[in-house]
């Protein structure tokens, strides 16, 4: 078996990470659309966006993000053929130490609600669930014009 290879996204990684995000994240909101939410990564903090490759193949996501006071991750996802071979486990890593790097202290996600499969593969990696209230608002260009 090669050893999983984690690496930030390069462009000609587009398609297999659609294809792959499309197997993985199939209930997706419009408003995480692929397309678009890879674009805009690429704006802000494109290396705290990663893949891991297998045998040339990208088998695995994480994207990573620092506000200046917390970090977050997004989009961690294993192809089903690749599950429970410690895909997404390198990938939190590539991604918590980069983080890391930029002085961050913390890191939050969020999970689905009934996605138990996720919360034990993040406590696991050592992240514990909190009592919070998680809260979101749509904002935009649309909202302000
Ligand atoms: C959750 C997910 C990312 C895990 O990916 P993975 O590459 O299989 O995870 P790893 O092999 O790195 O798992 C590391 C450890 O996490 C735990 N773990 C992972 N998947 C688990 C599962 N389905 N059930 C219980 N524990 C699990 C185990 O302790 C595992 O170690 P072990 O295999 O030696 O027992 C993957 O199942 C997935 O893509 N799910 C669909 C997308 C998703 O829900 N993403 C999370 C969004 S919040």
């Not at 659609?18 to 290396?47: C, M, R, Y």
């Not at 071979?85 to 890191?107: D, P, T, W």
């Not at 696991?124 to 904002?139: F, M, N, P």
Request: proline letters at 4%.
């Amino acid at each position: 078996v090669t050893t999983p290879i984690v690496r930030p996204y390069q462009e000609n990684d587009h398609d297999a990470v659609i294809a792959l995000w499309a197997e993985v994240f199939p209930d997706e909101p419009e408003w995480n659309q692929s397309q678009g939410l890879i674009e805009l990564k690429l704006t802000v903090q494109p290396h705290l966006f990663f893949v891991c490759v297998v045998e040339g193949e990208i088998v695995g996501t994480t994207i990573a993000g620092f506000d200046g006071v917390r970090g977050w991750v997004h989009k961690v996802g294993t192809s089903p053929a690749h599950r429970r071979f410690g895909i997404a486990r390198h990938l939190m890593r590539a991604a918590e130490e980069s983080l890391a790097r930029l002085g961050c202290h913390k890191v939050n996600l969020q999970v689905r609600d009934g996605n138990d499969n996720a919360v034990e593969f993040y406590k696991d990696a050592g992240y514990q669930v909190e009592q919070r209230v998680s809260l979101s608002k749509h904002i935009g260009v649309a909202s302000v014009i």
